[in-house]
């Protein structure tokens, strides 16, 4: 089976070799993996790499294919979807507005930007705390802040639009 896992303009191909229960052989890119996956609880799996554990959260989200994956140092978007289905879907038409938004309910730690802002692809914009872990979320393109629906201590709701960004075409 071949999937497409994008992260903004990331994009890997992940290939899985083998399966033999709870351990997955996985090609993502040029890199090969031999993982022990374990689902610990409805959306939440306990992943063994190298005699390393790596617990990960994975949300799925409204729109079809899009994933958020929280871990214990960092949070992400990730769109995974069948090899070749994605072809094209990082062209931008013009300006874009880019939303993001709370993979999880939690608390508003810190609005790390304000309106007018020039922000990177990949530069935290919001500290969202929810089940005991801190959360950065990121930007999602490079571009201007144009709207901050958020401020410090606010307590959010899943999916919960928290800034816009328009994106530089």
Do not use: W
Not at 28 to 41: C, Q, T
Request: glycine fraction near 8%; charged fraction near 30%.
């Amino acid at each position: 089976m071949k999937l497409v896992a994008k992260n903004g303009k990331h994009q890997e191909e992940i290939k899985v070799i083998k399966r033999d229960g709870s351990i997955l052989e996985v090609t993502i890119g040029d890199r090969e993996y031999k993982l022990d996956v374990e689902k610990v609880e409805d959306g939440v799996y306990s992943v063994i790499h190298n005699g390393s554990s790596h617990n990960m959260e994975i949300i799925k989200s409204e729109r079809k294919h899009f994933y958020a994956v929280n871990t214990q140092y960092q949070s992400f978007d990730i769109e995974i979807a069948p090899a070749g289905s994605l072809k094209g879907s990082g062209k931008r038409q013009g300006n874009k507005s880019e939303k993001i938004t709370a993979p999880i309910p939690g608390k508003v730690i810190s609005v790390k930007a304000a309106p007018g802002d020039v922000v990177k692809e990949g530069q935290t914009v919001v500290v969202l705390s929810a089940m005991k872990m801190e959360n950065e979320l990121k930007a999602t393109a490079n571009g201007v802040i144009s709207k901050i629906h958020t401020k410090e201590n606010d307590v959010v709701k899943e999916n919960s639009v928290l800034v816009e960004i328009k994106a530089e075409s």
